[in-house]
């Protein structure tokens, strides 16, 4: 006999057998049971998804009790190590690493969609000179739409594949455009003689010369980070682009409206957040007080915490380890004294031991944006660039899956019972 859940309604007396499979219950098997014919049955309800799986996915895997992250079942430390982000890019969305041949094809497709229509500059001109590289991010992805109005043409596999190559080698473009604007530089074109990152590198901080050579290490280390970001399973942002792409939106659209969820400081705007609270302690004799107000519950530590880990987020270790070579060639970034006290007090606390707070993702990365030249603005669009190739691994699983259909969750109503309209001039 299969596993099943032995449900008895105290309401009715009667018993139910719930199929239980891969661990999960089917929400719509608890519909049956109810008080009477005319009753709508029984619903779960569980605000922001704490124990609901949204779908069946066969893309990243998280233990988080454990701090294990794997990408299509290989160890996110492995991939860190010996691979590229376009490689894993391919690997994230086709489901397995390419070939050379294949991996050469991708690159190439990637490559030729770097650059961005003219007009598209002429709308970043609008921004104000201190927009948020955020918003400006949100926008233009979303005016791509307007660009490349087939994309709407979601069931069809080769469009999917096309707006593919064009989100993923658009997306350091827009990036890097949105920083020159914010800086009041010129453009620079892509060379798609570099590497994805050397290029985006290039594009960012090419001054007068000729040719951009970027530093090995430097584009070696946002690789590194562009490998660890790429995708995080059934995050705010991920969710956002499955629920966006469910109405069969376009992917533009429905990329624009998952960067806007990674904005938030919960989600990847968290990295911003915590360069300013580590500037804001300013020295380590002044990290026992922050603590203080962080128990008290007037701040959150950011960078610290995780829905899903209860243990070291494996991304931070990595990140850790890569900002020694990084500090090499820039010099030591003298936050990451502040950050590894903070670490050391906090895990050795009371507090955060109970609750099991660790570091996550955000909470070196930040450190190393920031020696490798980046604005603190700037951090979670480095965020949304490798995020791009999840989202649409995400997206694509969803638009394969039949057993999807337009997201569309239930409530519970306890708001006011029917009554009458008042006119206006009644009201008193
Ligand atoms: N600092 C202090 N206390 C915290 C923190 C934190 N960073 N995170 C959680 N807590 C406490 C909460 O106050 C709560 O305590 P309580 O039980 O006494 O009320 C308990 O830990 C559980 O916290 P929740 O908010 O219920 O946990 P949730 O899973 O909803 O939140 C989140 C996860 C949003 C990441 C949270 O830990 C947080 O705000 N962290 C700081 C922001 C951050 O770093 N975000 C980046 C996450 S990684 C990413 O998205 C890329």
């Not at 229509?117 to 970043?124: G, Q, R």
């Not at 469009?159 to 455009?177: C, D, E, H, N």
């Not at 530089?185 to 990152?197: F, K």
Request: charged content about 25%.
């Amino acid at each position: 006999m299969s596993d099943q859940l032995k449900i008895t309604d105290s309401r009715t007396g009667k018993t139910y057998d719930i199929p239980i499979k891969d661990g999960a219950i089917r929400a719509m098997d608890l519909r049956q049971i109810k008080v009477s014919d005319d009753d709508f049955g029984i619903k779960s309800y569980d605000p922001a998804f704490k124990n609901t799986a949204s779908c069946i996915s066969r893309i990243t895997y998280i233990d988080g009790d454990k701090g294990i992250l794997r990408y299509r079942g290989y160890p996110i430390e492995q991939l860190a190590e010996g691979s590229t982000y376009l490689e894993v890019a391919y690997l994230l969305i086709n489901g397995e690493l390419p070939t050379r041949a294949q991996y050469e094809e991708w690159e190439h497709n990637i490559k030729i969609h770097t650059l961005l229509h003219e007009n598209t500059k002429k709308f970043m001109d609008g921004f104000h000179h201190d927009a948020h590289p955020m918003g400006m991010l949100v926008s233009t992805v979303s005016a791509l739409s307007t660009f490349y109005p087939d994309a709407k043409n979601i069931s069809d596999p080769e469009s999917r594949r096309l707006q593919t190559y064009r989100l993923i080698g658009k997306m350091p473009t827009i990036a890097a455009f949105a920083y020159r604007h914010m800086m009041g530089l010129p453009y620079i074109y892509p060379d798609n003689e570099l590497s994805y990152t050397g290029n985006f590198l290039n594009m960012l901080y090419r001054m007068t010369e000729r040719e951009y050579k970027p530093d090995p290490v430097l584009e070696r280390a946002l690789d590194i980070l562009f490998i660890l970001h790429a995708d995080h399973e059934q995050n705010c942002s991920a969710n956002a682009m499955r629920s966006i792409g469910s109405s069969q939106a376009d992917p533009y659209v429905a990329t624009a409206g998952a960067a806007a969820a990674l904005y938030g400081p919960l989600h990847g705007g968290a990295n911003e957040k915590v360069l300013r609270m580590l500037n804001e302690i300013g020295s380590v004799d002044r990290i026992p007080a922050y603590i203080d107000k962080v128990k008290s519950g007037a701040v959150r530590l950011m960078g610290f915490g995780h829905r899903i880990y209860k243990n070291y987020d494996p991304r931070a270790r990595i990140i850790k380890q890569t900002a020694d070579k990084v500090f090499e060639v820039t010099g030591r970034n003298p936050l990451l004294d502040i950050a590894l006290e903070l670490e050391r007090i906090a895990l050795e606390d009371d507090y955060f031991i109970e609750r099991k707070l660790y570091p996550n993702v955000d909470f070196y990365s930040g450190i190393i944006y920031q020696a490798m030249g980046f604005p603190t603005d700037a951090f979670t669009v480095l965020f949304a660039i490798p995020r791009t190739s999840g989202w649409i691994a995400q997206w694509e699983e969803m638009l394969n899956d039949s057993e999807q259909k337009i997201a569309r969750p239930q409530q519970i109503y306890l708001g006011a019972d029917k009554r009458d309209f008042i006119p206006m001039s009644d009201r008193g």
